[in-house]
């Protein structure tokens, strides 16, 4: 069962122009794996409401009282959250949805690639397996346009040092790799039994998915994101 609370701005932490981080304290907290998504609407309903115009955003937290979205302005709703939801001001979110994580399957190997904003789920993810002292099964290969796009590279660089793989694609720069991901990247970390996660644009799911079936890898996970 879905969980509908309001949810107030308690800080903007603005990455870029079009980047921004929402910092929400929320009125009813449940329980929630890393990894999940929500519905997040402008308009202050209840659970007995007709559900308004919303958009998916995933948790990028994963701690008590406060949860953290890094939002995109790239359309008709991201423009108005960034028009309208200001530090004090209230939205609602519905949550969690979303079946990234898999806690059977904690302590095998896992390979999570990000293209630019697709690094949201990760944030919780990696936070989950450092809590449960599980870093050493996990790989990050996150890929962006500009060295300064990167977000949250310092906490990720702390937690996974050369277990995080950093591609910027447009811009030479020192210590990380100046191409894309490529198969000869994938297959020098995973093997077959690898569970490999997508997350970035639908062209970059879908292009790494192909890749990666071409590839022989079966366990691949992804949600779909615009
Ligand atoms: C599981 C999941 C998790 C997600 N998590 C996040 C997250 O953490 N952060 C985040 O920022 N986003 C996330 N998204 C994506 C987010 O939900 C979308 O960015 C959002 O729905 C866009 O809404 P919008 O109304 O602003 O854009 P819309 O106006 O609906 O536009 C959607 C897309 O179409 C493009 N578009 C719009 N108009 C045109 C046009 N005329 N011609 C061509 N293209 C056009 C836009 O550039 C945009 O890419 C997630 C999506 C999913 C499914």
Known sequence: MNHVTQAKVVQIVEHSKDIREYVLELEKERKYNPGSFVQLTLDLVTASDIWPDSRTFSIASYEKGVMKFIIK???FYTSK????????????????FGDLFNKNSVNEKHLFIAGGVGITPYLSLVKY???????????????AKYFNDLLHYGSLKEMLGERMEVFVTREKYSNCHNNR???EDINRIADKETHIYLCGSKSFNQNYKEILIKNGYTKIYMDEWE
């Open 73 to 75: 302005n790239v359309g």
């Open 81 to 96: 959250i960034f028009d309208e939801l200001g530090v004090g001001n209230k939205c609602t979110i519905k949550y969690p």
């Open 129 to 143: 397996y450092e809590l449960n002292n599980l870093l050493d099964n996990i790989s990050l290969f996150y890929s």
């Open 181 to 183: 991901i490529t198969v």
